[in-house]
């Protein structure tokens, strides 16, 4: 009778631990989907261009992607990082430990969704280190067109060891087990939740990223109508550059960082501010149409060209700002994107200000407050 027990105990015990052990597993892989996101945002978005996907690698672009990717990869978050051009398959960019890579072949081309980021384990081919390969497809204008593949290898952490430690010690230490495998969920859904967070906000100034504004976007555009209107602010600061040259990045920072704050200020929980990259941010505004748009823009615009005190020095930039207002210039937000970036250029011909989105743009803006 007590060997029944013995034996309903232990693989009582065995079946929780090896459910948590694949709850860990499961986690580790989303976790590694979400630094892909983070990470993409550092090196990617930073340095690649549709330009650079379409034609040739900027060689100002391939040593920035270099640089990154060393710092990356002495700080144990990257082993290696390859992006192929689409349709083309052209290898746009390989780190240097994988630069024999060729053109994308038809095996994986064939097995990649390009719908959504993929994740699975791996081991490197020269030291069998054990890896987890993911395999991002990657917008490079945010116009919902995939335009290459990135495949990032991440080192794998000490995940595996942990599970395979705890497996030993199942049979010795039972409860002590199951409480060892629980504490390994638990630090890994701390740890989800801080990439979760991470995922949608800008690392830089705080706001939100192009993901959180797709995520606010198809929420706000799926109710949009002329008795809702939704409104997109898209801007670009005047003279960013110059203090990047003059000042260096960090100031440019900072400033950044002091605009993003100022955005916010006006908009007050009133909408969804975002960095778009670069000195590119949106705002979005649900329930507003064209006439309130504006008067939000014109605050925004007269807050960001307030100086910012940088190291006891103040700086000022100013800004352009185009305003695309759904249903009426779009119902999705790929084209409400484009248009404010036509009315948003149309400003910056017109030595910046507030322009609305019209048909005839970029010939004759239908509104424009002066700044």
């Known amino acids: 009778m007590l060997l029944v027990v013995v034996i309903a105990v232990t693989a009582t015990v065995a079946a929780g631990v090896y459910s948590l052990q694949e709850q860990i597993r499961r986690r580790t892989l989303d976790s ?41 990869q002495q700080k144990g978050r990257i082993h290696g990082l390859l992006i192929w051009s689409l349709p083309a398959g052209r290898l746009a960019y390989a780190d240097p430990a994988h630069e024999q890579a060729g053109p994308l072949d ?17 081991a490197d081919v020269d030291t069998g280190e054990p890896l987890l ?9 945010g116009d919902g067109i995939v335009d290459g593949l990135a495949v990032f290898l991440l080192p794998r952490g000490d995940v595996d060891t942990s599970i395979a430690r705890s497996t030993r010690l199942l049979y010795g ?77 960090h100031a440019g920072d900072l400033l950044l960082a002091g605009v993003a704050q100022e955005i ?24 507003t149409g064209t006439e309130r748009a504006l008067a939000v823009a014109a605050a925004v615009g007269a807050a960001v060209r307030r100086p910012v005190l940088i190291e006891d020095r ?13 249903p009426g210039h779009g119902r999705d937000l790929s084209t409400l994107l484009q248009r404010g970036d036509a009315a948003m250029y149309r400003a910056k011909k017109g030595d910046g200000g507030v322009v609305a989105y019209e048909d005839r743009i970029p010939a004759i803006p239908s509104q424009v407050v002066s700044p």
């Open 173 to 249: 230490g039972g409860i002590l087990v199951l409480l060892a495998a629980l504490a390994g969920v638990l630090q890994v859904r701390r740890r989800q939740r801080a990439q979760d967070h991470a995922a949608v906000h800008d690392p830089l100034t705080g706001l939100g990223n192009r993901e959180k504004l797709r995520r606010a976007a198809a929420s706000a555009l799926a109710g949009a109508s002329a008795q809702q209107p939704v409104a997109l602010l898209v801007l670009d600061l005047d003279g960013f550059k110059e203090v990047n040259d003059t000042l260096g990045h």
């Open 314 to 326: 103040p700086v000022a930039v100013g800004v352009s700002i185009g305003v695309a207002v759904a």
């Open 264 to 287: 916010e200020r006006v908009v007050r929980g009133g909408g969804t501010v975002t960095r778009l990259g670069g000195d590119e941010f949106a705002v979005l505004l649900p329930r």
């Open 106 to 122: 038809d095996a994986r081309r064939a097995t990649v969704p390009l719908d959504r980021p993929t994740a699975r384990g791996t």
């Open 32 to 72: 590694a989907l979400q630094g892909v996101v983070i990470i993409s945002s550092l090196v990617i978005d930073r340095n690649i261009t549709l330009h650079d996907l379409t034609d040739e690698l900027h060689p100002a672009n391939r040593a920035q992607l270099d640089t990154d990717l060393v710092l990356l």
């Open 133 to 141: 390969e993911v395999d991002y497809p990657y917008d490079a204008n």
